[in-house]
């Protein structure tokens, strides 16, 4: 079907293209073409595209203070980052915001970035970027069991997209990587080499990835006919201290493991020095995959065998998941999950003879 458009004086041209130009040329309400460029779902995919050639033809840039007073939205994303978190400073950071970024403008948002000391502090801080209306609704990284986050703006009608998944999912849409397959694929992965004894060291208990992992953990135990030797299994374990305290238990255990799954990557490093504490040689006498995928664990000798996040594609569909919310998609169709890689290095191998 071709499309005709009325013609642009020159005078016109020369001034800035208002949104009854654009409803002008393409003989539609203004409406219509208010609700097509801020893609609402009430508009059809085929008219959003006509509104958006028509947009770049014509150079119709709206203005933001203006659009911001009639729809009462800013247009703009908040992540709030928890400066206490154990790996706050983490490099993947970079990649995330670069992301989340990238997906926010390629939508026409921007994104507005805040900092909290702690979990007291979290909660104000939101409330203040609520209350001077800041954002238009939240991307929440790192899901937690007790949520206070969900809660706030669940509360509050405040479209949110979380980094994770909540048992309690009313209201909650999100991305997240299915690490309890991770978990698993790990046990098989280690099984194959010939590994019966594999103890675990999960994460961080107030996440809601630790239960999955834990899951996805006992899961392969089960399919690879292994029992969970609960004297090899250890919680709460995020850092290289933690999981160098917990790599200890295990290697002190009369029956020690041949392999150990951590679910994060910080106690796997933990791990390698209780290791060598022992004489013990990773991916020789002792077999470690973890998950994360940090640049750190390339640097260990030898190379950490890791399940690893693509942070910056993570970032990017949390932002467009998140603008899909706030247009008003039901938060059942914005729920997406997608695999970890794994990175096979140099961290295991076959289970050593003197343990057979």
């Known amino acids: 079907m071709t499309v005709k458009t009325a013609p642009i004086s020159s005078n016109r041209a020369a001034m800035r293209v208002t949104i009854n130009d654009m409803a002008e040329a393409l003989n539609l309400t203004k409406s219509t073409v208010s609700r097509a460029l801020n893609g609402y779902a009430d508009i059809s995919e085929t008219t959003q595209r006509r509104v958006k050639r028509m947009a770049e033809k014509l150079n119709y840039q709206p203005l933001s203070h203006a659009q911001a007073i009639k729809t009462g939205r800013t247009r703009s994303l908040g992540l709030v980052l928890q400066l206490s978190d154990h790996d706050a400073q983490r490099p993947f950071l970079a990649e995330f915001l670069a992301g989340v970024s990238r997906g926010a403008s390629a939508e026409g948002y921007t994104l507005t970035v805040a900092s909290a000391d702690n979990h007291d502090h979290l909660i104000e801080t939101f409330q203040n970027l609520l209350r001077d209306g800041k ?12 949520d206070p986050r969900v809660t706030l703006l669940r509360d ?13 999912d009313e209201g909650c849409c999100w991305h997240d990587v299915r690490g309890e397959d ?12 010939g590994h019966k004894r594999i103890g675990f060291i999960n994460g961080g208990l107030i996440y809601s990835y630790a239960k999955l992992r834990r899951a996805g953990f006992e899961q392969g135990m089960a399919e690879a006919g292994l029992p969970v030797d609960r004297g090899i ?3 709460d374990a995020v850092t290289v201290k933690e999981g160098a305290a917990a790599g200890a238990l295990l290697l002190d255990h009369p029956n020690r493991p041949t392999a150990i799954i951590c679910a994060v990557d910080h106690a796997a490093l933990g791990v390698y020095q209780s290791a060598a504490a022992r004489g013990l040689k990773v991916g020789s006498d002792l077999s470690v995959i973890a998950y994360d995928g940090i640049q750190e664990g390339l640097h260990a000798q030898p190379p950490l065998s890791t399940f690893a996040v693509d942070t910056q594609h993570s970032g990017n569909r949390l932002a467009t998941l998140l603008v899909r919310r706030i ?22 191998g076959p289970v050593p003879k003197t343990a057979n």
């Open 156 to 168: 509050g009608n405040v479209p949110f997209v979380l980094f994770g998944r909540q048992d309690a």
């Open 182 to 193: 991770a978990m698993r694929d790990a046990v098989l992965h280690l099984n194959r080499l």
């Open 135 to 146: 954002a238009d609704g939240f991307i929440l990284p790192r899901a937690m069991v007790d």
């Open 327 to 348: 247009r008003g998609e039901p938060v059942e169709l914005l729920r997406e999950t997608v695999p970890a890689i794994f990175l096979d290095r140099g961290s295991t």
């Open 233 to 235: 299994f250890v919680e």
